[in-house]
């Protein structure tokens, strides 16, 4: 289970009282700094912090009662001592690591608990990878809790997983140990069709007594949405724009702000509590998808953090928004999120509340990083052999599996084309006219080919598409294994040839990332486990990521965070036009939809 035992608040009690009290000492003291109280929002110099059995006993002016001989002293020296941060809503998959790695890099950017939904395990093995990253989630000296994901297929019937969760899956895991809810729950048509599987998985959540994820990605803010919400959801990540905030917490949800290594959806929301003055305690800050190179480069939670103050929210309020608020949410308040009895002695040093440079971190009263070095193990689990063998294509593919027919007799075509829209999950659905060549429709211009892949059954099954929005030049061609939320494999090219060479390629290599240009292999990130993630330490899996995403860009492609943007085009739930192994998926009906509109001329 968890690799530094940690008590209960109730079995810790009888200890924490005697620390308290003077008459048994403390197992660390913070001396000297300045309390960072998040349940007051009050900045209280000249205060020290008593720790035992990794949980704080006595916060107060003077902790000189509550030290003996064996007491380890930290002093604060002024700095400020804040409560370890908080992600309300995160993918750890999306790092490109297992937990474990996941929790190294990040431990010493001040993040000491995390809320994680693996639903991209569970699309490629279902209820066993679940438990694989519920389990090695446990083993770390953070605090991991796992949300059961609820939608694999995220939109049944418009993409083919290589596993399904259902409605007994989720009874099932409600009783283990660190689950604390369900994951978003994506299917927001089915929920507001009331489909019953979808209702039965929330209903089994709230019998018991946890918390129900949510993710509405539509514009749409009447009546869908209030059905939506009558259903259970208790918060939603998906909002964009400040009316999407304001409507989710005057309906009773926790609107998340996010800010991941794609996604910039903090600013156009904050103005929410900065401008229109509405209450920030159902206010949560997320990162929702990081990439290794932003944990390893730019920081986790700490970023965000550093973000929403830029945006001018105020440095106490955005600190709520990272600590208390999502403990509060997710029914851990008297556990965690703030410095106070009886709480996890998570803390964080820092001389600066607002560049919030971390020089200490303390999880459940163990030293764990200092200086950004990590000083704890990060324990992992046993994966089995076949979960590093879950590519498989069935066949090795060639330039004509990427061909895109034309109708007969056509000189040109008007196509339906997927549109990026740079720093945000929505895609544009758009239409370009491209020429016929010798019966096959070629891209040109700002337009390019996409095809999935299936991996998870060896049908050998490709579907291709067209794409507008990522500059590449030349004979170029980027592949994924990570997929959202299916995990096929998404290809991405101006050259079938190049195409093919990089499909195999992750294919013989297990799952990844790999950029062909003319004819050579550029960059390549491998992530065996489920195609999805490394075992690696996060600075290697980063550089081998930046080293693609440099290939990314000398290939022509210069939007921000672009492998984010290629990793989420099966996304069927997010508007407006995605692919995935049925076809051209329309979000805007959640229908497939023909790639060719009509013949021109």
């Not at 990026?420 to 211009?445: F, H, M, R, Y």
């Not at 065996?528 to 993630?533: D, E, K, R, V, Y």
């Not at 990314?552 to 984010?564: E, F, R």
Request: glycine share 10%.
């Amino acid at each position: 289970m968890e690799s530094k035992h940690l008590k209960s608040r109730a079995d810790a009690a009888p200890r924490l009282v005697a620390v308290a009290a003077g008459r048994e000492p403390a197992d660390l003291v913070i001396r000297g700094g300045i309390w960072v109280n998040v349940q007051s929002r009050e900045l209280l110099p000249g205060h020290d912090i008593a720790i035992a059995e990794g949980r704080i006993a006595y916060v107060g002016p003077d902790a000189s009662h509550c030290i003996g001989e064996d007491t380890r002293i930290i002093e604060a020296e002024g700095r400020y001592m804040l409560p370890g941060l908080c992600d309300g809503h995160m993918h750890v998959e999306s790092g490109m690591l297992t937990p474990a790695e996941f929790a190294r890099a990040v431990i010493a950017h001040g993040t000491t608990t995390m809320f994680t939904d693996p639903h991209e395990i569970a699309n490629v093995m279902g209820l066993e990878g679940v438990r694989l990253m519920h389990d090695e989630a446990l083993m770390q000296p953070v605090s991991i809790f796992t949300q059961m994901p609820s939608c694999a297929p995220s939109a049944p019937g418009l993409e083919t997983t290589g596993f399904e969760i259902t409605p007994a899956d989720v009874a099932e895991a409600m009783a283990w140990p660190g689950i604390i809810g369900l994951g978003e729950m994506m299917n927001f048509p089915g929920v507001i069709a009331g489909d019953t599987g979808l209702l039965e998985e929330m209903a089994a959540t709230q019998r018991a007594g946890k918390v129900v994820g949510g993710h509405y990605a539509s514009p749409d803010l009447g009546r869908d949405f209030h059905a939506y919400v009558a259903g259970g959801p208790a918060d939603d990540h998906e909002g964009t724009r400040e009316a999407d905030a304001i409507a989710r917490v005057r309906q009773g949800m926790r609107a998340m702000l996010r800010l991941g290594s794609a996604w910039y959806d903090i600013e156009s929301q904050i103005t929410a509590i900065t401008e229109k003055g509405l209450d920030p305690r159902n206010f949560i800050l997320c990162t929702d998808d990081c990439h290794s190179g932003t944990l390893v480069n730019e920081g986790h939670m700490n970023r965000a953090l550093r973000h929403a103050i830029a945006c001018g929210c105020d440095p106490l309020v955005a600190l709520q928004m990272a600590t208390i608020n999502t403990a509060t949410h997710f029914g851990l308040e008297r556990e965690l999120g703030s410095i106070a009895p009886g709480r996890r002695a998570d803390v964080i040093l820092s001389p600066d509340l607002r560049e919030l440079p971390v020089e200490m971190v303390i999880a459940r009263g163990q030293v764990v990083a200092e200086q950004g070095r990590v000083l704890v193990d990060c324990p992992h689990v046993d994966w089995p052999d076949h979960a590093r063998r879950s590519v498989n294509l069935g066949r090795r593919l060639a330039e004509g599996d990427f061909e895109i027919p034309a109708p007969v007799g056509a000189n040109q075509v008007r196509a339906r084309v997927i549109g990026i829209v740079e720093n945000q999950a929505p895609t544009k659905a758009l239409s370009a006219d491209l020429p016929v060549i010798d019966g096959l429709v070629e891209a040109e211009g700002e337009t390019c080919q996409i095809a999935l892949v299936e991996r998870h059954r060896g049908t050998g099954q490709v579907v291709n598409a067209f794409v507008q929005g990522f500059g590449y030049r030349g004979r170029v061609a980027l592949a994924s294994t990570v997929a959202h939320d299916s995990h096929h494999m998404i290809v991405v090219g101006t050259s079938r040839r190049e195409m093919a060479l990089a499909a195999n390629r992750l294919a013989e290599v297990g799952g990844g990332a790999v950029l062909f240009a003319e004819g050579e292999e550029r960059a390549l990130v491998e992530l065996p486990i489920a195609g999805l993630m490394s075992d690696e330490h996060a600075t290697s899996v980063a550089a081998k990521a930046e080293a693609l995403g440099a290939a990314m860009k000398a290939a022509g492609c210069q939007l921000n965070n672009a492998y984010m943007q290629h990793s989420l085009l099966a996304l069927v739930v997010i508007p407006e036009l995605r692919i995935s192994d049925k076809g051209l998926i329309d979000v805007t009906r959640f229908e497939v939809t023909d790639l060719i509109e009509s013949v021109v001329g």
